[in-house]
């Protein structure tokens, strides 16, 4: 009999991609394996999913609001009755499907999906990503068959009689294989340097603003390829990029787009990467190689972000600018340095490939098979 396995998790990339890596892997070592992934109505999963070729299902659920307001009050009790509503939803798919385990990897969507299963008697397996625990993971940790962490720090934030197991973050095979001279022909890039910029998912006023500077030059000068994603919430950008006097759709080196959906290839065609410091990003560079300068968000649990990025950069695996000293003069220069540096260029992405957990898909594959019986 095949395996088969349901997997939850949504609300950014930083959830939906740890779980496809897993899901990947697993199709790539069993491929008759059957795999089911629960995601949030009209969450970026919704796309992503079926795009990677799995099957998807939707519950329709939301996350709660700290305000005080009544309007927060009110929201929130709707969220209680979605709650309940997507737990029955998620026993009715369990029982369909009759899984041989679930696998959160966070997001209030996972929620519950890991609460149904557990209900069902089904095993669960959850996943952090980074080094401070989300309230969904937290709350079902207690309950897993296992919690993999890829940072042991994680487990002080933690229920103490969890079954802890270190595996790291997964990463797609795609991202660990992708070459680079093959990317960039794919791409149909030229022998300029590379730039990649993306600010998550949503995206990040403050990440879009300062590369608008560096974009409208290299669209006038022609010096850099520059790939960019400007997120959700960011189609105000193009017009940026314009009135600073670049129109980026007469500009042959400028790809500039919503969201990354090729990020394997991107990533390998770059010369450098301007991002967040996210847990699922960091072990991306990390295992492509790839010379970065952080610009960490401020708007994350005890600022884990800088530590992400300090790592690398105490390790001249790549540079940071804090988002306090942001400017689109100091992102300019910062990148210039590096592309301009062949050994700077290449310090950094030995630095950085030599801290890539590249194993963590097995390790996390072992877990699988063991809870799985």
């Known amino acids: 009999m095949s395996l088969k396995v349901i997997f939850a998790g949504g609300g950014t990339a930083g959830h939906i991609n740890p779980a496809l890596a897993i899901a990947g892997y697993l ?7 059957e795999i089911l992934y629960i995601g949030n109505k009209g969450g970026m999963e919704e796309r992503l999913v079926p795009q990677a070729g799995f099957e998807f299902k939707s519950i329709h659920v939301s996350g709660f609001s700290r305000a005080k307001t009544p309007k927060a009050l009110v929201d929130n009790f709707k969220t209680v009755g979605r709650a309940l509503t997507a737990t029955s939803a998620c026993k009715k798919l369990i029982d369909e499907f009759k899984p041989d385990l679930c696998i959160g990897t966070g997001g209030y969507v996972s929620g519950p999906v890991m609460k149904a299963a557990l209900e069902r008697g089904v095993p669960v397996l959850i996943h952090e990503q980074n080094a401070f625990p989300g309230v969904a993971n937290k709350m079902l940790s207690k309950k897993a ?11 002080k934030y933690m229920n103490g009689d969890c079954n802890f197991i270190v595996t790291g973050n997964p990463v797609r095979p795609e991202i660990i294989t992708a070459d680079k001279e093959k990317c960039r022909r794919e791409l149909g890039l030229d022998e300029r340097p590379v730039v990649l910029s993306f600010g998550g998912s949503l995206g990040a006023d403050r990440v879009n603003e300062a590369c608008a500077d560096i974009i409208a030059r290299s669209g006038k000068d022609g010096r850099y390829q520059h790939i960019h994603a400007y997120g959700q919430y960011g189609h105000w950008f193009p017009d940026k990029v314009k009135e600073l006097g670049c129109d980026i759709e007469k500009c042959s080196n400028l790809d500039i787009r919503e969201y990354i959906d090729n990020m394997p290839v991107c990533l390998a065609a770059a010369d450098v990467v301007i991002c967040r410091a996210g847990a699922i990003t960091i072990s991306e560079i ?63 992405s030995e630095n950085a490939r030599k801290m890539a957990i590249i194993d963590a898909n097995e390790r996390i594959y072992r877990v699988i098979m063991e809870t799985a019986g």
């Open 286 to 348: 990390q295992a492509q190689g790839k010379p970065a300068v952080f610009i960490p968000s401020p708007n994350v649990a005890e600022n884990h972000q800088y530590h992400n990025a300090m790592a690398l950069v105490e390790k001249h695996a790549g540079e940071i600018i804090e988002e306090k000293d942001l400017t689109g003069e100091a992102l300019t220069q910062k990148v210039d340095s590096i592309v301009g540096d062949r050994t700077k260029l290449k310090e950094y």
């Open 145 to 155: 068959a296992a919690v993999m962490l890829a940072i042991g720090d994680a487990m």
């Open 27 to 33: 199709k790539q070592k069993q491929p008759d394996a």
